[in-house]
């Protein structure tokens, strides 16, 4: 039956209103941009989003990641922002991108990141060779507060960023000298526990689950932990900074990110992705095998967190002199 000749301009009209406008899809290849290099904690991350994705088929277009390494996280997210309101380029990013952009190092800011999900928050870990001679966190305490420059440490990242305030906050609070950590800088988490695993540095901080393989396979030994409190499972024996004196918690989380210009289509498309992965047996067992929290946080509240968390880690690093 058609439609009375009155009410055809106004159906039309109706068919154009945001409101009732055909869902977005993707429709072509998707890249997931890692920006860091592979084998690190961001880059494990996606590898495991872009498998559950595709196996469980919640994305029909094919998925590849590519890695961006360098500056900080930059060039992955300027890549990624390089292709602006096309949501076929999404990226993922973690909490050391506060710390970039506080100290003055990231070219980026908080306004070039538009989030799309919170897959989860996980604690940072500190980690010495197997045969070290820092055999517990108190081993480390006491050597920073004797000698601070003594002990060379691999991040990922720059200074500034929650690794470094991890370290620091720990030195502070053995009461040695801040200003004499010895930090090496790499790309990505897997670089920096190459260094370590070589005896090129005598300790490493990132991610818990980063770290755990090594520690499993016998060639890393986890010292500490920046947590409130124990965790279980493979973490169960590992000292928290708490129970070292330092009254902090040191968190990394995963944010999914679109391009500059995604549209809330897009962005509605890409949360509902990631809320299906996040309720996966696998993810979930990943999860657990981590020790991971899974706090998954939809797109306006993954925003205000980094929003929260930008001005809490701000006013650490001011006090530590790390603001320009």
């Known amino acids: ?10 159906l039309a009209a109706l068919a154009c209103t945001p409101s009732i406008a055909a869902d977005w899809k993707p429709d072509k290849r998707i890249e997931i941009v890692v920006p860091n ?3 690190g904690g961001n880059d494990r991350i996606a590898r495991i989003v872009q498998h559950i994705a595709q196996e469980k ?39 050391t991108l506060l710390g970039d952009i506080i ?21 940072v870990a500190f ?10 966190g108190r081993d480390l305490f006491n050597r920073l507060k004797t000698d601070a420059g003594s002990i060379s440490t691999a991040i990922s990242g720059v200074i500034g960023n929650h690794n470094y305030i991890a370290l620091a906050q720990l030195a502070r609070a053995a009461g040695g000298d801040v ?26 901080i990132a991610p818990a689950a980063t770290i755990l393989p090594h520690v499993q396979s016998g060639g890393l030994h986890m010292i500490a932990l920046a947590a409130p409190r124990r965790q279980g499972g493979a973490y169960a024996e590992v000292p928290t900074t708490k129970e070292l004196g330092v009254n902090a ?21 890409w949360e509902n992705v990631f809320a299906r992965v996040v309720e996966t047996d696998d993810w979930k067992s990943m999860l657990v095998k981590d020790s991971l929290t899974g706090e998954f946080l939809r797109s306006n509240e993954a925003r205000a967190q980094i929003n929260t968390e930008y001005e809490t880690l701000k006013g650490v690093m001011s006090e530590l002199g790390l603001v320009k």
């Open 127 to 136: 980690a010495v060779k197997a045969d070290s001679p820092l055999k517990t």
């Open 57 to 95: 088929r919640f994305v029909d277009p094919v998925m590849t990641i590519t890695n961006k390494p360098g500056a900080g996280q930059v060039i992955g997210i300027s890549y990624v922002n390089q292709h602006p309101g096309d949501a076929h380029f999404i990226g993922i990013i973690s909490a």
């Open 179 to 204: 200003k004499k950590l010895k930090v090496v800088t790499y790309n990505g988490g897997g670089d920096g526990i190459t260094a370590a695993l070589g005896g090129h540095v005598d300790m490493v």
């Open 249 to 269: 918690t040191i968190s990394n989380w995963r944010v999914m990110i679109g391009p500059r210009g995604i549209t809330p289509q897009q962005t509605a498309y």
């Open 103 to 123: 100290s003055g190092r990231s070219q980026v800011g908080l306004a070039d990141i538009a989030p799309i999900a919170q897959l989860f928050t996980e604690y």
């Open 1 to 10: 039956m058609r439609p009375h000749p009155l009410l055809i301009p106004v």
């Open 37 to 39: 290099a592979a084998g």
